[in-house]
């Protein structure tokens, strides 16, 4: 076990609704689309968007997909972030707690859960469940903790895991993830990632003049790519298909979960379904690694959207493989991040 009686675990993820219930769909995706770094438009546009068009028109269609995903134990993705959650304690003397960006737990929740196993904490390591830097996601879990510890006038110091999408003990557990279904018949591995609009990506470029400038710019080594989606994606992406020896025809990367009109990341997921087929890739293996839990994008938006997309335009066969959840090399690597991370945020 590995032991330090005076710090404290936070694994973050992106958080659900409290239930399918519409009104609980309805808080959640305020919250979440009122972040300013999800829709980073003024605030008063924000709010005209969020609260007088999106919300109302998706929360009763987002509850219904909820709906078919739901389980016993709720949210799969609070679920399988629990499950972890208990994982990992099995590794460490000190408590793990998880928060969720939007919904519950709260940060704040697991901030007092900790102290109140030790009020002697000094030190709580931020693991944010996010394995590539966005704006939308792992820099506002980042945030968001920074500013409940300050606002709580916390006096332990919070430190934080930085994005570890080319960490080989990652890479190693998604490619373990990935190896068993090779045995399946199949044309082409689609590594589909949550997407984003192109300007957060320009809002990132610490260089304010690299990221997107020119056709090869996650190949061109910069500084920029310390807060790069794009460019951590294909790393991934690479890394993983080299320690499975795939052939690069045999891979294909693409982005989903689009929304507004806004120019995203592309190839588009959705659309790139429904042209495979008629290329002549009929089967198809689809791993989702912008996320280690599953949750709606994969169960419903990929296993089923997905699935019916692709074959409605003529494919044969569509298999989804599962994140990460509770992988033993991923718990395993979840450890070995922790373990090593000595990159404080804040005192």
């Known amino acids: 076990m590995l032991s330090s009686n005076k710090r ?35 605030y008063l546009l924000r709010a005209l968007l969020v609260k007088g068009i999106i919300v109302p028109f998706r929360a009763a269609r987002s509850a219904a997909a909820y709906k078919t995903i739901w389980t016993k134990d709720g949210s799969p993705l609070i ?3 629990r499950q972890l959650q208990h994982a990992v304690q099995q590794n460490f003397d000190e408590p793990v707690e998880i928060a969720m960006r939007y919904g519950n737990p709260s940060p704040q929740f697991a901030y007092e859960q900790l102290l109140s196993k030790n ?39 919070l430190t934080t895991i930085p ?32 997407g984003i609009p192109e300007r957060h990506i320009r809002i990132s470029d610490t260089t304010g003049s690299h990221c997107l400038q020119t056709a090869d710019c996650c190949s061109t080594p910069s500084p920029a790519h310390a807060h790069c989606y794009r460019h951590q994606t294909i790393v991934t992406t690479e890394l993983t298909r080299a320690a499975l020896g795939l052939p690069k025809e045999k891979t294909e990367q693409t982005f989903q ?41 994969t169960l419903e ?34 450890g070995k991040l922790v373990t090593s991370c000595r990159q404080p945020v804040t005192s």
């Open 8 to 42: 404290g675990i936070i694994l973050m993820n992106l958080g659900s609704p409290d239930s399918t219930e519409v009104t609980d769909v309805r808080k959640y995706l305020d919250e979440f689309l009122m972040d300013k770094r999800v829709i980073n438009a003024p």
């Open 79 to 81: 679920a399988l972030t």
């Open 119 to 157: 009020p002697d904490l000094e030190e709580v390591v931020l693991f944010p469940l996010y394995p590539h830097y966005a704006m939308s996601s792992y820099e506002t879990a980042l945030e968001y903790m920074k500013e409940v510890h300050k606002k709580n006038k916390y006096t332990f110091k």
């Open 163 to 194: 994005a570890f999408y080319d960490d080989a003990n990652y890479i190693h557990a998604l490619a373990d993830s990935i190896r068993p279904y090779l045995n399946n018949d199949f044309d082409k591995i689609l590594f589909s990632y949550h």
């Open 257 to 297: 979960s689009r929304l507004g009109r806004d120019k995203w990341l592309t190839p588009f997921t959705a659309q790139r379904l429904t042209e495979l087929p008629n290329e002549g890739v009929k089967k198809i293996l689809v791993v989702c690694p912008a996320f280690v839990s599953d949750c709606l994008e």
């Open 301 to 334: 938006e990929m296993a089923d959207q997905g699935k019916h997309s692709f074959l409605n335009a003529g494919g044969e066969s569509f298999t989804l493989i599962p994140c990460l959840n509770i992988h033993p090399l991923w718990v395993k690597a979840v």
